[in-house]
């Protein structure tokens, strides 16, 4: 099992200078346009994710004031219909 574990650990041993892992340029150079992008990305979905949080707060908020309207749309007409006459209202038109 402990073999198994060797194989896994990273081949760029720990103790070499920055300096000379940068002599392989063309392996370093991607690797930080590889770090680069994947900062680039968790930034732009940390970004979408606010937005995602405000749009359904205000999604909830629209939702909440179109059930008042409802509900005031609904009192209003009960009270129009209680104050009209009943039948005989639409002969003028």
């Known amino acids: ?42 930034d732009e979905r940390d970004r979408l994710l606010e937005t995602l949080r405000e749009t359904q707060e205000s999604l909830a908020l629209a939702q909440q004031r179109l059930q008042d309207v409802i509900y005031d749309r609904d009192s209003l007409q009960r009270q129009l219909n209680s104050a009209l006459p009943q039948g005989g209202c639409h002969s003028w038109s």
């Open 1 to 42: 099992k402990e073999e198994m574990m060797c194989e896994v650990m990273p081949t760029i041993n720990e103790d070499t200078p920055m300096s000379q892992r940068g002599s392989q340029s063309s392996g370093s150079e991607s690797d930080s346009h590889f770090e680069q992008l994947m900062v680039n990305m968790l």
